[in-house]
């Protein structure tokens, strides 16, 4: 996504506020049924955990202010392999909420104007095939646009709120003690709001997507889009499940589940009510499909950048789009489509597992951040404690949602290892190129021209991905140090050639200590071949752009070490260079 004004607070808001926002269409449906007439309390939990999470996700994103939430901290505190697993979650995360935004939208229009003779499942495919088309077409998020359906959603919302509490306060609490009268689901008041809380954590999903373009924001207004986040989906979700349950009996909440905030509506406000409800949830969860296909194009063009995709998914159509990688998105949605017929709760339970895992992940990178970038500025700091309690509390809500139903991990990993086989694939393919290289030579006397020519492509191929050179800047580190950057590009990065850059100030001279530790280290690495450069300058923003044109290295191949808390830049403005050690 590009800006050329930084996005204020509410712009940025309302584009990943009409994510998260969008779950409030049917969390409520879907935490009744696992938790009844307590689903409000299980909502409130889930509420209480996201409110630890606004100060794990401001540290991380704080310290390293880059697009690409799990993947990019996770890229900067440990290797290639660990931040491709995040990074493969969040794409079937992104694929997940594709899916089931799309079929809730159609579940909602059918509400309103039905189309003759064609199913919801295939009205789902043509409302993914139109965002296939409008992204290739060149068209992501505009924030005016996001901005209105946003203010169109919240007034929809309060409107059904204010609706169902006057009609509450007209109609008494008669349903409300009927339902308390009711069995606890699962018999027990602990087990209900377990799996409620299970179930409920849906409610939070798109909570990451302010961090995945974090670098179009002005400064400061991250910390606030997590505030507005949680205020939105901590007040709605609770009171709309409360009022459910004063307004509709829990035995006919499971007939409507695909579209109860239009019953609600229907019930307190009459069908004008439910009119305005239908078409908000078509509006904003067609927006959440949009985000869904601009994120991941996002992502995995990110991830093809650093190498961990193939390069052919970075070729652009006319309109700059990346059309091969929207188009496989497209594919995997549909085939997950198929797979569970559009189910509600089948795909609430994949896009669940999903994102709770990058969330747990998110976690971990927040403590490798404390430890291995401690020097590293943020705005705020969470508690290790409370990180803790955080890291507990989703990786519980992830436990429940296999546990209710493990067809759903089935259904996860048929897409998640693939995935995750490809991208290790793609990590090793040097090794893979080298296996197949030994394995033509020795078929050599019997496929004497095959084995030549297979030899010649992959030797031209290895030679291709190793001649890419990588950058180093020193500031004249101890030969630990500079050891630690040897060994992480050896096994994280497909290279030969590593510049050692130092930057010299007036009337400095290059210590001889680092002239004989890089001896050494040449030595130690003979697959690397090491090149010193020293030249006036000082390090900052223009001369990472000067030194990435002359030399034609992109910038994401220049690595730092982490800087301390008198670094005058923002990890952001050095144009996406890599923290290693």
């Known amino acids: 996504m590009a800006h050329d004004k930084k996005l204020n607070e509410l712009e940025a808001t309302a584009i990943c506020g009409n994510d998260i926002s969008s779950s409030c269409l049917y969390v409520s449906a879907l935490s009744i049924g696992y938790a009844g007439q307590y689903a409000w309390v299980a909502l409130l939990l889930v509420a209480g955990l996201l409110y630890l999470f606004r100060k794990i996700y401001g540290e991380v994103v704080g310290a390293l202010p880059l697009n690409g939430g799990a993947y990019n901290v996770l890229l900067n505190t440990t290797s290639k392999s660990n931040a491709s697993i995040a990074a493969c979650l969040t794409i079937l995360s992104y694929m997940a909420t594709a899916v089931l935004s799309a079929g809730e939208a159609m579940n909602y229009l059918y509400l309103i104007a039905p189309i003759p003779h064609v199913p919801v499942l295939w009205a789902t495919a043509g409302l993914l095939t139109f965002f296939l088309l409008l992204t290739s077409a060149g068209m992501s998020e505009s924030a005016i646009v996001a901005?209105?359906?946003?203010?169109?959603?919240?007034?929809?919302?309060?409107?059904?709120?204010?609706?169902?509490?006057?009609?509450?306060?007209?109609?008494?609490?008669?349903?409300?003690?009927?339902?308390?009268?009711?069995?606890?689901?699962?018999?027990?008041l602990a087990v209900a709001l377990f799996l409620g809380f299970s179930a409920a954590m849906l409610g939070i999903s798109g909570f990451e997507s302010s961090a995945n373009f974090v670098e179009e924001q002005a400064p400061g207004v991250f910390q606030k889009t997590l505030r507005n986040m949680w205020l939105v989906v901590s007040f709605f979700n609770p009171v709309i499940a409360l009022l459910a349950v004063a307004v509709v009996p829990l035995a006919t909440v499971g007939e409507h589940q695909e579209t109860l905030l239009s019953y609600l509506g229907q019930q307190t406000g009459g069908p004008w009510l439910a009119t305005v409800i239908s078409v908000d949830a078509v509006t904003v969860l067609s927006g959440a499909v949009l985000t869904s296909f601009v994120g991941v194009s996002g992502l995995i063009k990110r991830m093809a950048l650093d190498r961990i995709w193939p390069q052919f998914f970075l070729k652009e159509n006319r309109r700059g789009a990346n059309y091969i990688i929207l188009a496989i998105f497209f594919g995997l949605s549909l085939s997950i489509l198929?797979?569970?017929?559009?189910?509600?709760?089948?795909?609430?339970?994949?896009?669940?597992?999903?994102?709770l895992s990058v969330m747990a992940f998110f976690a971990i990178g927040n403590f490798l951040l404390k430890v291995k970038r401690g020097k590293l500025p943020r705005p705020v700091y969470a508690g290790v404690f409370s990180v803790f309690l955080a890291l507990i509390g989703v990786l519980a809500g992830l436990y429940g949602n296999v546990q209710k139903n493990p067809g759903y991990l089935v259904v996860f990993l048929q897409y998640f290892i693939?995935?995750?086989?490809?991208?290790?694939?793609?990590?090793?393919?040097?090794?893979?190129?080298?296996?197949?290289?030994?394995?033509?030579t020795s078929f050599y006397e019997q496929f004497r021209r095959l084995a030549i020519r297979s030899q010649v492509s992959i030797r031209r191929l290895v030679h291709e991905l190793n001649k890419q050179e990588f950058v180093y800047f020193t500031k004249g580190d101890n030969v630990a140090n500079l050891n630690k950057v040897m060994t992480y590009v050896e096994e994280n990065e497909f290279t030969n050639r590593l510049k050692i850059v130092m930057l010299l100030h007036?009337?400095?001279?290059?210590?001889?200590?680092?002239?004989?530790?890089?001896?050494?280290?040449?030595?130690?690495?003979?697959?690397?071949h090491l090149e010193f450069v020293?030249?006036?300058?000082?390090?900052?923003?223009?001369?990472?752009?000067s030194l990435s044109e002359e030399w034609q290295i992109p910038k994401n191949f220049m690595f730092i070490g982490s800087p301390g808390d008198k670094f005058p830049y923002q990890i952001s403005e050095l144009g996406g260079v890599r923290l290693i050690i």
């Open 147 to 188: 901005v209105v359906i946003f203010v169109a959603h919240l007034a929809a919302l309060t409107l059904l709120v204010g609706s169902g509490a006057w009609f509450v306060a007209q109609h008494g609490l008669t349903t409300l003690h009927l339902n308390y009268a009711q069995p606890v689901v699962g018999g027990s």
């Open 338 to 355: 198929v797979i569970t017929q559009g189910e509600l709760e089948t795909l609430a339970g994949v896009y669940t597992i999903s994102f």
């Open 418 to 440: 693939p995935a995750a086989l490809i991208v290790y694939a793609m990590l090793e393919r040097i090794a893979i190129l080298n296996l197949v290289l030994a394995g033509a």
């Open 506 to 528: 007036a009337d400095q001279i290059v210590p001889d200590e680092l002239l004989t530790d890089l001896r050494v280290l040449d030595r130690a690495y003979p697959n690397i």
């Open 534 to 545: 020293s030249r006036p300058g000082t390090f900052g923003p223009e001369t990472i752009t």
